[in-house]
T-cell receptor
Protein backbone atom coordinates (compact mmCIF):
# COMPACT_ATOMS: atom_id res chain seq x y z
CA UNK A 1 0.00 0.00 0.00
CA UNK A 2 1.18 3.56 -0.63
CA UNK A 3 2.60 5.39 2.36
CA UNK A 4 2.00 8.89 3.67
CA UNK A 5 2.98 11.47 1.04
CA UNK A 6 4.26 14.95 1.83
CA UNK A 7 5.34 17.89 -0.28
CA UNK A 8 7.50 19.78 -0.67
CA UNK A 9 10.43 17.87 0.79
CA UNK A 10 12.49 21.00 1.37
CA UNK A 11 11.61 24.68 1.68
CA UNK A 12 13.77 27.72 2.38
CA UNK A 13 12.09 31.03 3.15
CA UNK A 14 12.91 34.30 4.82
CA UNK A 15 11.38 35.28 8.14
CA UNK A 16 7.97 36.92 7.95
CA UNK A 17 7.17 35.02 4.74
CA UNK A 18 4.40 32.44 4.59
CA UNK A 19 4.68 28.75 3.71
CA UNK A 20 2.34 25.81 3.26
CA UNK A 21 2.90 22.07 3.52
CA UNK A 22 0.72 19.34 2.06
CA UNK A 23 0.02 15.81 3.30
CA UNK A 24 -1.83 12.89 1.75
CA UNK A 25 -2.41 10.13 4.32
CA UNK A 26 -2.74 6.41 3.73
CA UNK A 27 -6.07 5.64 2.09
CA UNK A 28 -8.77 4.86 4.62
CA UNK A 29 -6.93 6.24 7.63
CA UNK A 30 -9.29 8.25 9.80
CA UNK A 31 -6.74 10.11 11.87
CA UNK A 32 -4.09 12.55 10.65
CA UNK A 33 -1.35 14.18 12.71
CA UNK A 34 1.09 17.04 12.13
CA UNK A 35 4.30 17.04 14.14
CA UNK A 36 7.15 19.52 14.42
CA UNK A 37 10.64 18.06 14.92
CA UNK A 38 13.37 20.51 15.81
CA UNK A 39 16.94 19.30 15.22
CA UNK A 40 18.09 17.06 18.06
CA UNK A 41 14.62 16.65 19.55
CA UNK A 42 11.76 14.21 19.21
CA UNK A 43 8.63 15.10 17.25
CA UNK A 44 6.09 17.31 19.01
CA UNK A 45 2.41 17.04 18.11
CA UNK A 46 0.98 20.22 16.62
CA UNK A 47 -2.50 19.11 15.63
CA UNK A 48 -4.57 15.93 15.34
CA UNK A 49 -7.57 15.45 13.05
CA UNK A 50 -10.18 12.71 13.29
CA UNK A 51 -11.72 12.62 9.81
CA UNK A 52 -12.09 16.37 9.13
CA UNK A 53 -12.55 17.48 12.73
CA UNK A 54 -9.83 18.79 15.06
CA UNK A 55 -9.26 16.56 18.09
CA UNK A 56 -6.24 18.25 19.66
CA UNK A 57 -4.54 21.50 18.69
CA UNK A 58 -3.34 22.48 22.15
CA UNK A 59 0.29 22.83 21.05
CA UNK A 60 -0.38 24.64 17.79
CA UNK A 61 0.78 28.31 17.85
CA UNK A 62 -2.51 29.58 16.56
CA UNK A 63 -1.33 33.14 16.04
CA UNK A 64 0.79 31.98 13.11
CA UNK A 65 0.01 28.33 12.37
CA UNK A 66 -3.17 26.99 10.80
CA UNK A 67 -4.19 23.62 9.44
CA UNK A 68 -7.12 22.09 7.68
CA UNK A 69 -8.11 18.66 6.46
CA UNK A 70 -10.19 18.81 3.34
CA UNK A 71 -13.03 16.27 3.12
CA UNK A 72 -11.31 14.16 5.75
CA UNK A 73 -8.46 13.18 3.42
CA UNK A 74 -5.61 15.56 2.45
CA UNK A 75 -4.34 18.19 4.85
CA UNK A 76 -2.41 21.43 4.65
CA UNK A 77 -0.38 23.13 7.36
CA UNK A 78 0.37 26.83 6.96
CA UNK A 79 2.73 29.18 8.75
CA UNK A 80 2.17 32.91 8.37
CA UNK A 81 4.38 34.77 9.15
CA UNK A 82 7.34 32.45 9.72
CA UNK A 83 9.91 33.02 12.47
CA UNK A 84 13.48 31.78 12.73
CA UNK A 85 12.47 29.30 15.44
CA UNK A 86 10.05 27.60 13.03
CA UNK A 87 13.03 25.97 11.29
CA UNK A 88 12.33 22.26 11.72
CA UNK A 89 11.12 19.14 9.96
CA UNK A 90 7.33 18.98 9.73
CA UNK A 91 6.10 15.39 9.81
CA UNK A 92 2.67 14.16 8.84
CA UNK A 93 1.38 10.84 10.13
CA UNK A 94 -1.83 8.88 9.82
CA UNK A 95 -3.44 6.01 11.65
CA UNK A 96 -6.38 3.77 10.88
CA UNK A 97 -8.46 4.32 13.98
CA UNK A 98 -7.08 7.09 16.17
CA UNK A 99 -9.65 7.67 18.86
CA UNK A 100 -11.03 4.15 18.85
CA UNK A 101 -9.76 2.28 21.87
CA UNK A 102 -7.18 0.19 20.16
CA UNK A 103 -3.89 -0.27 21.95
CA UNK A 104 -2.28 -1.47 18.74
CA UNK A 105 -3.25 1.45 16.51
CA UNK A 106 0.04 2.48 14.88
CA UNK A 107 0.92 5.80 13.32
CA UNK A 108 2.57 5.76 9.90
CA UNK A 109 4.84 8.70 9.13
CA UNK A 110 5.64 10.51 5.92
CA UNK A 111 9.19 11.59 4.99
CA UNK A 112 8.66 15.12 6.29
CA UNK A 113 9.25 18.62 4.98
CA UNK A 114 12.46 20.31 6.08
CA UNK A 115 11.83 24.03 6.57
CA UNK A 116 14.66 26.52 6.89
CA UNK A 117 13.77 30.07 7.88
CA UNK A 118 16.52 32.62 7.20
CA UNK B 1 2.87 16.51 31.93
CA UNK B 2 4.56 13.40 30.53
CA UNK B 3 8.29 13.65 29.94
CA UNK B 4 10.31 11.03 28.07
CA UNK B 5 14.08 10.76 28.40
CA UNK B 6 16.46 8.66 26.35
CA UNK B 7 20.00 7.89 27.37
CA UNK B 8 22.54 7.90 25.85
CA UNK B 9 21.97 10.59 23.20
CA UNK B 10 24.50 8.89 20.95
CA UNK B 11 26.11 5.46 20.86
CA UNK B 12 28.79 3.95 18.66
CA UNK B 13 29.45 0.20 18.69
CA UNK B 14 31.38 -2.29 16.55
CA UNK B 15 29.42 -4.63 14.30
CA UNK B 16 28.19 -7.79 15.98
CA UNK B 17 27.82 -6.32 19.44
CA UNK B 18 24.61 -6.65 21.43
CA UNK B 19 23.34 -3.34 22.76
CA UNK B 20 20.63 -1.79 24.91
CA UNK B 21 18.92 1.55 24.46
CA UNK B 22 17.15 3.08 27.42
CA UNK B 23 13.94 5.08 27.73
CA UNK B 24 12.35 6.49 30.88
CA UNK B 25 9.04 8.28 31.37
CA UNK B 26 7.62 10.26 34.27
CA UNK B 27 3.92 9.27 34.24
CA UNK B 28 3.31 5.54 34.51
CA UNK B 29 -0.34 5.85 33.42
CA UNK B 30 0.38 5.00 29.82
CA UNK B 31 -1.71 3.33 27.12
CA UNK B 32 1.20 1.91 25.19
CA UNK B 33 4.84 2.52 24.35
CA UNK B 34 6.45 2.42 20.93
CA UNK B 35 9.97 2.31 19.62
CA UNK B 36 10.58 4.02 16.27
CA UNK B 37 13.53 4.17 13.94
CA UNK B 38 14.38 7.34 12.01
CA UNK B 39 16.85 7.39 9.12
CA UNK B 40 18.32 10.70 7.91
CA UNK B 41 15.91 12.56 5.66
CA UNK B 42 13.17 10.04 6.24
CA UNK B 43 10.14 9.70 8.43
CA UNK B 44 9.72 7.44 11.41
CA UNK B 45 9.18 3.70 11.13
CA UNK B 46 7.48 1.85 13.96
CA UNK B 47 9.60 -1.04 15.22
CA UNK B 48 7.74 -2.38 18.23
CA UNK B 49 4.59 -1.45 20.14
CA UNK B 50 4.10 -2.66 23.71
CA UNK B 51 0.64 -2.47 25.18
CA UNK B 52 0.33 -1.31 28.78
CA UNK B 53 -0.62 -4.83 29.85
CA UNK B 54 2.45 -6.39 28.23
CA UNK B 55 6.00 -6.78 29.51
CA UNK B 56 7.86 -7.20 26.22
CA UNK B 57 7.64 -7.54 22.47
CA UNK B 58 10.05 -9.17 20.03
CA UNK B 59 10.66 -8.75 16.33
CA UNK B 60 13.63 -10.47 14.77
CA UNK B 61 16.80 -9.20 16.46
CA UNK B 62 14.86 -6.59 18.42
CA UNK B 63 13.37 -7.02 21.87
CA UNK B 64 11.62 -4.27 23.79
CA UNK B 65 10.68 -4.48 27.44
CA UNK B 66 8.34 -2.35 29.52
CA UNK B 67 8.28 -1.79 33.27
CA UNK B 68 5.41 0.61 33.90
CA UNK B 69 5.89 0.80 37.65
CA UNK B 70 9.44 2.09 37.32
CA UNK B 71 8.72 4.14 34.20
CA UNK B 72 11.30 2.39 32.06
CA UNK B 73 11.64 0.64 28.74
CA UNK B 74 14.64 -0.87 27.01
CA UNK B 75 15.26 -1.78 23.40
CA UNK B 76 17.69 -4.66 22.98
CA UNK B 77 19.37 -5.11 19.60
CA UNK B 78 21.16 -8.41 19.11
CA UNK B 79 24.14 -8.88 16.80
CA UNK B 80 24.14 -5.30 15.55
CA UNK B 81 24.78 -4.56 11.87
CA UNK B 82 25.84 -1.38 10.04
CA UNK B 83 22.31 -1.22 8.61
CA UNK B 84 21.03 -0.69 12.15
CA UNK B 85 22.66 2.75 12.18
CA UNK B 86 19.85 5.26 12.72
CA UNK B 87 18.17 7.32 15.43
CA UNK B 88 15.92 5.32 17.73
CA UNK B 89 13.00 7.12 19.33
CA UNK B 90 10.85 6.03 22.23
CA UNK B 91 7.28 7.34 22.47
CA UNK B 92 4.56 6.83 25.06
CA UNK B 93 0.84 7.28 24.60
CA UNK B 94 -1.07 8.61 27.59
CA UNK B 95 -4.07 6.77 29.00
CA UNK B 96 -6.29 9.76 29.74
CA UNK B 97 -8.02 12.22 27.48
CA UNK B 98 -9.61 11.54 24.16
CA UNK B 99 -6.55 12.52 22.14
CA UNK B 100 -4.01 10.20 23.80
CA UNK B 101 -1.18 11.90 22.00
CA UNK B 102 2.28 10.41 21.63
CA UNK B 103 5.07 11.99 23.67
CA UNK B 104 8.50 11.36 22.20
CA UNK B 105 11.97 11.24 23.68
CA UNK B 106 14.84 13.01 21.93
CA UNK B 107 16.24 9.77 20.61
CA UNK B 108 19.48 7.81 20.67
CA UNK B 109 21.66 8.14 17.58
CA UNK B 110 23.20 4.72 16.97
CA UNK B 111 26.23 4.12 14.77
CA UNK B 112 27.31 0.53 14.09
CA UNK B 113 30.85 0.43 12.76
CA UNK B 114 31.78 -2.25 10.21
Amino acid sequence: EAGVAQSPRYKIIEKRQSVAFWCNPISGHATLYWYQQILGQGPKLLIQFQNNGVVDDSQLPKDRFSAERLKGVDSTLKIQPAKLEDSAVYLCASSLKGLVHSQTDTQYFGPGTRLTVL
Amino acid sequence: KQEVTQIPAALSVPEGENLVLNCSFTDSAIYNLQWFRQDPGKGLTSLLLIQSSQREQTSGRLNASLDKSSGRSTLYIAASQPGDSATYLCAVRGSSGSARQLTFGSGTQLTVLP
